[in-house]
């Protein structure tokens, strides 16, 4: 599941700004029992639960932070994904002066994809005789001492299955103090699993690639330390970290080859090779915008000259995400900039020649078609009647889904299926909360509504606003 960060940015100026920052954030995920989170904000499900995914960003104020909420459940045919075995790597290794260290790494092997994990820091580490040799919670171990000319001890990684049951993996260490140590270098470089198979586009499989030196310790796990490439990006794409995403086959079965490149201490380098094989049978799908919707809809909003009115645009696809706010992204145009113009964000302001005006919003349906969606809806401008003169809120709800919205302080109780307009001071700052019906889900808001906890926001009543509520 890939999460996406927008970042909201006061410029000083009406309406704020926005972008993406998901590529500059910290993620983080508080339970991941249930679901962990790459720095590029792919999630990936453990096991049946619910957590909270979090993205983190410095400011000139002090940290800023986003989140959202999980939800892993067991699919209908692949199970809930339960630990099965834990493998000590490698099975033995040996020390050979006083405070020399081994590390020793840990790959859990669960029962769903991803079927391999680095666990080294997730398990409990323990030395069978901590007078011959030690080992810290990271599967570091230390040479203590040894009185005759070798000595053994047995370090285990334990942890427990969410099923209850003790899995333990073990591997044997020797310290023999006669002996002389040489000096360490990487001999080769070894990718865990060797083989792995994605059966649906956007499945993850995680990689992990493994050192071995010419002296203790003598395996190292290299994450971070590594190079990344697939011999067809097409058909599978990994990231800095190791993780493989199945992009696309267009026949039964597409298999490629992923490898590691490490640096050596002499300038060299050292490579490893793992298979992948993407079985979808189809190319990937695109996302294709099919059609735009412009709220308020044609005929239902009329302002003074001199006032502004707010438009969202909101895009309909073919997949998933069905509904979006593409307010900021499309272009927008007034039919007759005399009467009213509008600009980047769909903010209209009534201009001196009284009259009604076309607002168009148009965008590219994909990449790849290249063809074009509008959207239209109209705005009336007329001289000033000498109202209350007080900003209006206007919320719709878009979507597939229904639910309900109320404002703080109160003007604004949008039954399910219907807008709604009120009326606030002008500069005061409205919290809108929304709650969908039984059988729909929450969506998010238009990207003028300033989000702190969902499903609330706030808005500013800097003049007449308009505000999309998405329920699916």
């Given at each position: 599941?890939q999460?996406?960060?927008t970042?909201t940015?006061?410029?000083?100026?009406?309406?704020t700004?926005?972008?993406d920052?998901?590529?500059?954030?910290?993620w983080?995920s508080t339970?991941t029992?249930?679901?962990t989170i790459?720095?590029?904000?792919?999630?990936?499900?453990?096991?049946?639960?619910?957590?909270s995914?979090?993205a983190?960003?410095?400011?000139?104020?002090?940290?800023?932070a986003?989140?959202?909420?999980?939800s892993?459940t067991?699919?209908?045919t692949?199970?809930?994904?339960?630990?099965?075995?834990?493998?000590?790597?490698?099975?033995?290794?040996?020390?050979?002066s006083?405070?020399?260290?081994?590390?020793?790494?840990?790959?859990?092997?669960?029962?769903a994809s991803p079927?391999m994990?680095?666990?080294?820091?997730?398990?409990?580490?323990?030395?069978?005789?901590?007078?011959?040799a030690?080992v810290?919670?990271?599967?570091l171990?230390?040479?203590?001492?040894?009185a005759?000319?070798?000595?053994?001890a047995?370090?285990?990684a334990s942890?427990?299955?969410?099923?209850?049951?003790?899995?333990?993996?073990?591997?044997?260490?020797?310290?023999?103090?006669?002996?002389?140590?040489?000096?360490?270098?990487?001999t080769?470089?070894?990718i865990t699993?060797?083989?792995?198979?994605?059966?649906?586009?956007?499945?993850?499989a995680?990689f992990?690639p493994?050192?071995t030196?010419?002296?203790?310790?003598?395996?190292?796990d290299?994450?971070?330390?590594?190079?990344?490439?697939?011999?067809d990006?097409?058909v599978a794409t990994?990231?800095?970290?190791?993780l493989?995403?199945?992009?696309g086959c267009?026949a039964?079965t597409?298999?490629?080859?992923?490898?590691a490149?490490?640096a050596?201490?002499?300038?060299?380098?050292v490579?490893?090779?793992?298979?992948?094989?993407?079985?979808?049978?189809?190319?990937a799908?695109?996302?294709?915008?099919t059609n735009?919707t412009?709220i308020?809809g044609?005929?239902?909003?009329?302002?003074?000259?001199?006032d502004?009115?707010q438009?969202?645009?909101i895009g309909?696809?073919n997949?998933?995400?069905v509904?979006q706010d593409?307010?900021?992204?499309?272009?927008?145009?007034s039919?007759?900039?005399d009467?009213?113009?509008i600009?980047?964000?769909?903010?209209?302001?009534?201009?001196?020649?009284?009259?009604?005006?076309?607002?168009?919003?148009?965008?590219?349906s994909?990449?790849t078609?290249?063809?074009?969606v509008?959207?239209?809806?109209?705005?009336?401008v007329?001289?000033?009647?000498?109202?209350?003169?007080?900003?209006?809120?206007?919320?719709?709800?878009?979507?597939?889904?229904t639910?309900?919205?109320?404002?703080?302080p109160?003007?604004?109780?949008?039954?399910v299926g219907a807008?709604c307009?009120g009326y606030?001071?002008?500069?005061?700052?409205v919290?809108?909360?929304a709650?969908p019906?039984?059988?729909?889900?929450?969506?998010?808001?238009?990207?003028n509504?300033?989000?702190?906890t969902l499903?609330?926001?706030?808005v500013?009543?800097n003049?007449?606003?308009?505000?999309?509520?998405?329920f699916?």
């Open positions: 599941m999460f996406t960060a970042g940015y006061a410029n000083g100026k009406h309406p700004q926005t972008r920052i998901t590529g500059e954030v910290t983080a339970s029992g249930a679901a790459n720095s590029s904000g792919l999630a990936t499900g453990v096991a049946s639960g619910s957590t995914i979090t983190t960003m410095g400011s000139s104020r002090g940290p800023v986003g989140a959202a909420t999980l892993v067991a699919g209908t692949s199970g809930s994904r339960e630990l099965t075995a834990l493998t000590v790597t490698p099975g033995a290794q040996t020390l050979t006083t405070g020399e260290t081994a590390q020793f790494i840990v790959i859990g092997t669960f029962s079927t994990v680095d666990m080294t820091n997730q398990v409990t580490w323990l030395s069978s005789d901590a007078s011959v030690t810290n919670s990271s599967g171990a230390t040479a203590v001492g040894c005759t000319s070798s000595c053994a047995t370090v285990t942890t427990t299955a969410q099923n209850g049951a003790a899995i333990v993996g073990i591997a044997n260490l020797t310290v023999s103090l006669g002996s002389q140590s040489t000096q360490r270098t990487l080769a470089l070894t699993p060797s083989t792995q198979t994605l059966n649906t586009l956007g499945e993850t995680q992990i493994i050192g030196y010419s002296s203790s310790p003598t395996t190292q290299l994450a971070g330390q590594v190079t990344w490439q697939s011999s990006p097409s990994i990231d800095p970290s190791g493989a995403t199945a992009v267009a039964s597409c298999a490629l080859t992923i490898t490149t490490a050596t201490a002499n300038g060299g380098n490579l490893g090779a793992a298979a992948l094989t993407v079985n979808t049978g189809a190319p799908s695109v996302h294709t915008l735009i412009i308020p044609t005929g239902t909003q009329t302002i003074n000259v001199g502004t009115a438009f969202l645009a309909t696809y997949s998933s995400p509904t593409l307010t900021d992204t499309v272009t927008w145009q039919s007759d900039v009467v009213a113009g600009n980047s964000t769909g903010l209209a302001t009534g201009q001196s020649v009284t009259g009604t005006t076309t607002i168009i919003a148009s965008a590219l994909s990449v078609t290249g063809s074009t509008v959207g239209t809806s109209n705005l009336t007329q001289a000033a009647t000498g109202g209350s003169g007080l900003p209006s809120l206007a919320v719709y709800s878009v979507g597939s889904g639910g309900t919205v109320v404002s703080s109160a003007g604004i109780n949008c039954s807008g307009t606030f001071t002008s500069g005061a700052s919290t809108l909360t709650t019906t039984s059988g729909s889900t929450f969506g998010g808001w238009s990207s509504c300033t989000p702190s499903p609330t926001c706030t500013v009543m003049g007449n606003q308009t505000v999309g509520a998405i699916n």
